[in-house]
């Protein structure tokens, strides 16, 4: 994945989607989890979808678009269009924005793109069940989605303490969504109306579609359409699957007979309708041998590619099976283009507007989503179980003509916010053979090694940013959705690098090299370290080429799968040398379906199945942490003992390259010694 900016990876982890989701970006947290949601059948944008910045401020006062152009929310609203039913009620944890990087805007206007009637149900109170009859019984079906964000990320820090606000909820209240939304809403609708059909989609439901390690209740669970109460689920990216779904009910096909459509996941009580599945180990088998998760999971790890992959079939209790059809085949430019070109309102919804607005809005706004999927394949990451490996971009003409609309936006003050998706410079396929064949199984597109046949260029994206600096009333376009600094270095052609640090970066460029151990680092499935030195090398000479003096901030993470204590102290030394206190330390977060996660639950690679040393302990990911950040004097117990655990009691003393002296520091000032000021890199 490419490397997040201070604004998005403030918050923390787990990306962007469709179809409900976000694009399930990965185990991390920093001071939280971020997330939008992708385009995606209830879904939301595309790929890092609209590269959300949780920092913004809530608008106090409405001034935009009435309530008659966004989508009906009420029996009034209904009654306006004339509508005496709704065709699909969207039931959604995030509150109601009508953007592209919202997983309930792009669904909803997919489906009214095709003719269907639909209303939207935000943040109902799941306490009562009189909160999902407001539109009424919907004529085909129910959607739920989480929201743009896997609900309990939303919730709870890695260290499981409760998040204070919700930045997708009015005025970033906390508080207005249940923990494990899907479940919870799908069994609410389920009393409520015992037979009409339930949809799930969304990043939530995506990263939960088979048997899965719920970090939060540390245990294996069930796939979430049998805790759900749900019928199907759609994951991914679900324009495709949407639409089949809407179109097989509206053509009077019973929910439980709808078994081939890609990209979705339903149950049944015979295998008979599948063409060659593969046949995972059983529920009981896994809750009885971690072993067996790790085997299923490396088997769902190979069958991630629309072409190729195979359905699935993950047997439970009673003879009931939970199938998972082969991918949606990804979008093509045209269609993708469609999809952003839909008639949002590009807004929150008025109602929100006494509450102080919806804040994850103020970043996208005026942020352009140009691309989904991911060819990093990061350990940590879901991308891959959610977007997928294949690059789809939207073309030049849409994109700037989106850039033009937004200059004419009163608020609008000349700065376009992010250009990019969960990699910014990823704007095609890593080969040819992908548009027909998909991702290799047996090897990766660019980590630890770049394979011989990645195209690598960048001659797109800089014509691409060229034309959007020339638009009248552009002041300055920032890349917040990240850039992938090996693929950058690996173009022979290094003007994106001079154009990144002449027009693009203000300072500081955010990257994200995660560890400087080569161990941890191919476990993470990231480059080697010397990898991220000659970027940055390159990077500074560029800055200086056209007389800037900017600098390389990086993103560090701590007890991922694979560090060692020893290899924690090593990323310490690394900070002491950066001759400043890194603000965004990242904690290992197992959000559901990586592989990391898959290591922390079992101890084994599922891509191997070789064992990984993972530290689980709560201490001992605290003593990690705290070796990042050993400059704050609340940390200095826990930085003493790790450098004795680890044997490295050469860096307690008083030289130079000691990390902490013999005895506690006093305390100081609020604010001393953090992050933000960057000293020179310690060379």
């Not at 923390?12 to 970006?25: K, L, S």
């Not at 919907?138 to 309990?152: E, H, T, W, Y």
């Not at 009910?249 to 007979?257: F, Q």
């Not at 709560?618 to 200095?636: G, S, T, V």
């Amino acid at each position: 994945m490419g490397e997040k900016t201070h604004e998005a990876r403030r918050r923390g982890d787990n990306e962007h989607g469709a179809h409900h989701g976000t694009h399930g970006r990965g185990s991390r947290d920093v001071c939280g989890g971020t997330g939008t949601h992708g385009g995606g059948a209830h879904g939301g944008t595309g790929a890092r979808g609209a590269h959300h910045n949780h920092g913004g401020k809530p608008v106090s006062a409405h001034k935009g678009p009435d309530r008659s152009a966004f989508l009906p929310v009420s029996r009034e609203d209904m009654e306006a269009r004339g509508w005496d039913q709704c065709d699909f009620v969207f039931v959604s944890g995030d509150a109601y924005v009508d953007h592209p990087s919202f997983a309930c805007a792009i669904i909803t206007r997919v489906l009214e793109s095709h003719g269907y009637k639909v209303g939207v149900i935000a943040q109902p109170n799941w306490r009562d069940p009189a909160s999902v009859t407001v539109l009424g019984e919907p004529r085909l079906a129910f959607l739920v989605c989480s929201g743009n964000m896997d609900s309990m990320v939303n919730h709870y820090t890695v260290a499981k303490h409760r998040r204070p606000k919700d930045f997708y909820s009015p005025g970033g209240q906390m508080g207005l969504r249940p923990d494990h939304a899907d479940v919870v809403y799908g069994n609410l609708i389920r009393r409520t109306y015992k037979h009409v059909p339930i949809v799930l989609g969304g990043i939530e439901a995506s990263l939960r579609r088979l048997a899965h390690y719920d970090y939060w209740s540390d245990s294996l669970k069930r796939s979430i359409l049998l805790d759900s109460g749900a019928d199907i689920i759609s994951y991914g990216m679900g324009e495709r699957s949407i639409v089949e779904i809407a179109d097989a009910l509206d053509g009077g096909v019973d929910v439980h007979d709808i078994s081939w459509i890609a990209g979705t996941v339903y149950r049944a009580r015979t295998t008979e309708q599948c063409v060659d599945p593969v046949v995972l180990p059983t529920w009981e088998a896994m809750r009885a041998d971690k072993t067996e998760y790790a085997r299923s999971f490396g088997i769902q790890c190979r069958n991630l590619n629309p072409y190729l992959s195979h359905p699935l079939v993950e047997e439970y209790e009673h003879g009931v099976y939970v199938i998972q059809n082969p991918p949606a085949k990804p979008l093509t430019t045209p269609e993708l283009d469609a999809v952003y070109e839909l008639p949002y309102a590009r807004a929150a919804h008025p109602m929100y507007d006494a509450a102080g607005g919806i804040p994850a809005i103020a970043e996208v706004k005026f942020s352009l989503a140009s691309n989904r999927g991911c060819l990093g394949e990061c350990s940590f990451c879901a991308l891959n179980f959610h977007q997928g490996r294949i690059i789809q971009a939207r073309s030049d003409e849409s994109l700037v003509a989106e850039a033009t609309a937004m200059t004419h936006d009163p608020d609008f003050k000349g700065y376009i916010n992010d250009v990019g998706g969960p990699t910014a410079d990823f704007m095609q396929p890593a080969c040819p053979k992908q548009a027909k064949a998909g991702a290799c199984v047996d090897r990766r597109c660019l980590a630890p090694e770049p394979c011989p046949n990645l195209r690598v260029t960048h001659e797109r994206y800089v014509g691409l940013l060229r034309k959007l600096r020339a638009i009248p009333g552009v002041k300055k376009v920032f890349i917040r959705s990240g850039i992938r600094f090996d693929y950058a270095l690996y173009d022979k052609d290094h003007t994106f690098i001079r154009e990144l640090a002449e027009y693009h970066t203000s300072g500081q460029l955010r990257l994200a090299p995660e560890h400087v151990c080569d161990d941890v680092l191919r476990v993470m499935g990231k480059p080697s370290n010397d990898v991220y030195e000659r970027f940055v090398h390159e990077f500074e000479k560029a800055s200086r080429a056209c007389g800037k003096e900017q600098y390389v901030v990086p993103y560090l993470m701590s007890s991922h799968p694979g560090s060692t204590m020893e290899d924690a102290v090593k990323l310490a030394e690394f900070c002491r040398d950066l001759g400043y206190n890194p603000e965004q330390v990242s904690d290992f977060y197992p959000t559901p379906s990586t592989v990391s996660t898959c290591i922390y639950y079992t101890g084994l690679d599922p891509r191997t199945m070789k064992h990984v040393y993972c530290p689980t302990n709560p201490h001992e990911k605290a003593m990690q942490r705290a070796l990042i950040q050993y400059r704050d004097p609340k940390n200095y117990d826990l930085v003493v003992e790790a450098l004795h655990r680890a044997h490295r009691e050469d860096l307690i003393g008083y030289g130079p390259k000691c990390l902490v002296r013999p005895e506690r520091p006093r305390a100081r000032a609020t604010g001393a010694g953090r992050g933000g000021r960057r000293s020179r890199r310690g060379h």
